[in-house]
């Protein structure tokens, strides 16, 4: 077990109005590496879908959504308890930390990569050949996202932002060369170089070199919470490829592209749902240790607003004029904007979990967390197949917001009972009643 002394331990504790400018930092950084990262991925998705059309964009898509169950895979055991364990660290500390984590994460990447590139080899066909360029370019795309993670362990959210910033300028380029080819392969090879770049980049900044050699090490101690949060996070992203391999199933690759186009419109709040961690987990775990009896509303707040937000943005898209629409996603479109309703209420609802997410894992509470996210995964895929063979795509949108806001009360029930426990256990004489 690692120390957990936290910065600056042994000197003056900070005043209030400066730990609060400190938290208000930490978080205006946090917000702009999601919307750096938001945006690359929005312009990546709708460059794609006007690039390709609907069919193609699919094929896309399902390369997309296996690539978020490897990173799931990566982050629960590479990262997710860097996070957890070495948020506020001395510097030393985080530093190796970071480098076996980072290890850990390149060596995930070249595994699974192989994996795919063998599995697209001998599947062969357009979606083979998917698989394959993903397999090339998982390494790069792994490293990048843990230096994410590592920087906002160390409280320096600006180094992310530029590491992203990074990302998307190398990626204007990229597309622009892998338009003029015009082939899934040729987009997915020139995502992957933008984020090599952006990795080579974070070693600079860091001045730290991932440690492959270290990586068994790093799974073996970090064991009690690497396992617990990979089943957590492949659940997470194993439903949204399940729901995505069925609905091209029951109704067509082009219901996938329908699906993903809608998405893409509420691109900056599913971004950030993605990659919320990388803020919000660590300054839950500075709550926790600073001021403990706030965790809850620090939750609350963060759930709210961000549920908040996905409904004013879902509400202007609804009165955006089907001519913008298609100049955005062009002939994806007319299939999207079906969804938008549903899907806004998905990402709203995820949204207000999430705010319960992240005191769960600072709690460090590994068993009720995968509770929740087998629990909200099974209805997910539930909801959306469901929906699926009701009524076709839109359907199974509908189905998944209403399995997505079932389990948003399912994880802050969970967190009611953690924080219940949690101050048991702060205060055992609360239990002994004298006579």
Partial sequence: MTS????????TKPSAGSAKRALAGRLSWGLADQAASSLSNFVVGVYVARSLGVAAFGV?????????VVLNVS???ATDPLVVRFSGVPTASWRAAAARSSGTALGLGAALGAASLVAGLALGGSVGTAFACLGVVLPALLLQDAWRFAFFAAGAGRKAFVNDLVCGVALVPAMVLAARVGSVAAFLLAWGAAAAVAAGYGCLQSGIRPRLTEARGWLREQRDLGYRYLVENVALSGASQLRAY???????VGAVGAVRG???????F???LMGLSLVTVPEAARVLRQTPHRLGSFCLLLGAGQAAAALLWGGALLLMPDRLGELVLGGVWPAASQLIVPVTLAVAGAGLGTGAAAGLRALAAARRSLRCQLLASVCYVGGGLG???????VGSAWGVAAATLSGSAVWWLQLRSALREHHRNQNPLNEVRTP
Avoid: D, N
């Avoid at 069925?246 to 067509?252: A, H, M, Q, R």
């Avoid at 809608?262 to 900056?268: H, R, S, T, V, W």
């Fill in 75 to 77: 982050r629960g055991l």
């Fill in 60 to 68: 896309f898509s399902l390369a997309w959504v296996t690539y978020g």
């Fill in 262 to 268: 809608a998405e893409l419109l509420l691109g900056p």
């Fill in 387 to 393: 929906g699926a063979a009701v009524a076709g795509t």
């Fill in 4 to 11: 957990t002394t936290t910065e600056g331990e042994g000197a």
């Fill in 246 to 252: 069925g609905l091209g199933v029951l109704v067509g």
């Fill in 270 to 272: 599913l971004a950030v």
